[in-house]
T-cell receptor, first 118, second 113 residues
Framework: DTGVSQNPRHKITKRGQNVTFRCDPI?????LYWYRQTLGQGPEFLTY????????KSRLLSDRFSAERPKGSFSTLEIQRTEQGDSAMYLC????????????????FGEGSRLTVL | GNSVTQMEGPVTLSEEAFLTINCTYT??????LFWYVQYPGEGLQLLLK?????DKGSNKGFEATYRKETTSFHLEKGSVQVSDSAVYFC????????????FGSGTRLSIRP
């Protein structure tokens, strides 16, 4: 297994355009997370899936953002009508479900997709 | 809400110096605590974790102890190496829901040879 894969690695777009990022998690992981990271900040939680079900969405995720994981494997994150404030690194991570005692599993991160909105 | 506060960087040390990066947290319930590291050009990866009070996580010479009384999880290493240069993120996960991990803002560490 090659780990979590994200595509494209870099995307430059004009304001108002739509962009889509893809994440391929580690195959045996049933949880998949999206985070956003801006320069000098830590990753901010956006949303997560358990299999194909989207279980939680952050208030950061406006109605211009949508994420899917249609078959419980890869996931896409789409941003419609991009704004300059959307410029950031979009991180995907996957994990096993919580342990028997409820403790969180280790997140395995991809290298991210960097979005620049001009 | 839950949050993590860690010391601002950058932190610059000489090789073989002692390292402490402070981290405190605010959480309801019983969080698990983590340190993640991001080496240049790589994705974030787990460095160590602790799931209950007084637990000590350790890896690659780094240690951190879960202190419930001071709501802290400070990262320490006795003798740093140039290869430890990276950005370090303290993080927590709510024990009851384990639905997501919340990260601090990161501390950039640079080690001089």
């Amino acid at each position: 297994d090659t780990g979590v894969s994200q595509n494209p690695r870099h995307k430059i777009t004009k304001r108002g355009q739509n962009v889509t990022f893809r994440c391929d998690p580690i195959s045996e992981h049933n949880r998949l997370y999206w985070y956003r990271q801006t320069l000098g900040q830590g990753p901010e939680f956006l949303t997560y899936f358990q299999n194909e079900a989207q279980l939680e969405k952050s208030r950061l995720l406006s109605d211009r953002f949508s994420a899917e994981r249609p078959k419980g494997s890869f996931s896409t994150l789409e941003i419609q009508r991009t704004e300059q404030g959307d410029s950031a690194m979009y991180l995907c991570a996957s994990s096993y479900p919580p342990g028997l005692a409820g403790e969180a599993g280790e997140l395995f991160f991809g290298e991210g997709s960097r979005l620049t909105v001009l | 809400g839950n949050s993590v506060t860690q010391m601002e960087g950058p932190v610059t040390l000489s090789e073989e110096a002692f390292l402490t990066i402070n981290c405190t947290y605010t959480a309801t319930g019983y969080p698990s605590l983590f340190w993640y590291v991001q080496y240049p050009g790589e994705g974030l990866q787990l460095l160590l974790k602790a799931t209950k009070a007084d637990d000590k996580g350790s890896n690659k010479g780094f240690e951190a102890t879960y202190r419930k009384e001071t709501t802290s999880f400070h990262l320490e290493k006795g003798s740093v190496q140039v290869s430890d240069s990276a950005v370090y993120f303290c993080a927590l996960s709510e024990y009851s829901s384990a639905s997501k991990i919340i990260f601090g803002s990161g501390t950039r560490l640079s080690i001089r040879p």
